[in-house]
């Protein structure tokens, strides 16, 4: 497990209906969102792996679809520093991930249908009325790069 990621398993209530499921409570962490965003990723697409000087991503796997979501530590003065983790996460595993800062991640759509992931990061996009630079640093273009999704 890598310091000071956040992972909590989300509970699917099902009924004649559908499904309802709660995923983020803000009594339940401190983490606080500040806006939000869906992506669908096709089969076999990854996206990522970049990270974020001072944004951490709040990540929704709850279906439909699969992925395996990847980590890396950067950060010098963690104890997990060069660690990398990968997490299967989506419809088989609803689960919400908090990504910290520093810490580079990505995801693949593994299986054979189109997967959703919402996305609840504790800064705007390139800051307010989106005048600032991006908070991003993308590793997903780096030919020799260690971060790979494969």
């Not at 076999?44 to 395996?68: L, Y």
């Not at 003065?77 to 991930?97: C, F, K, W, Y």
């Not at 759509?109 to 609840?120: A, Q, R």
């Amino acid at each position: 497990m890598i310091t000071g990621v956040i992972i909590k398993k989300i509970a699917k209530h099902e009924d004649g209906r559908g499904w309802l499921a709660e995923f983020y409570r803000q009594d339940e962490m401190k983490y606080q969102p500040v806006m939000a965003y869906a992506s669908i990723t096709k089969p076999g697409v990854a996206r990522g792996p970049h990270e974020h000087k001072f944004q951490a991503d709040g990540f929704v796997f709850i279906g439909p679809g699969n992925f395996e979501l990847h980590l890396w530590d950067r950060r010098k003065n963690s104890r997990t520093d060069g660690e990398h983790m990968e997490i299967q996460a989506g419809e088989n595993n609803p689960i919400l991930v908090i990504v910290p800062p520093g810490v580079v991640h990505g995801y693949k759509c593994v299986g054979d249908k189109d997967g959703l992931c919402i996305n609840m990061p504790d800064k705007l996009y390139k800051g307010e009325g989106k005048k600032e630079e991006v908070d991003e640093i993308r590793w997903e273009n780096q030919e020799n790069g260690k971060y790979k999704i494969e």
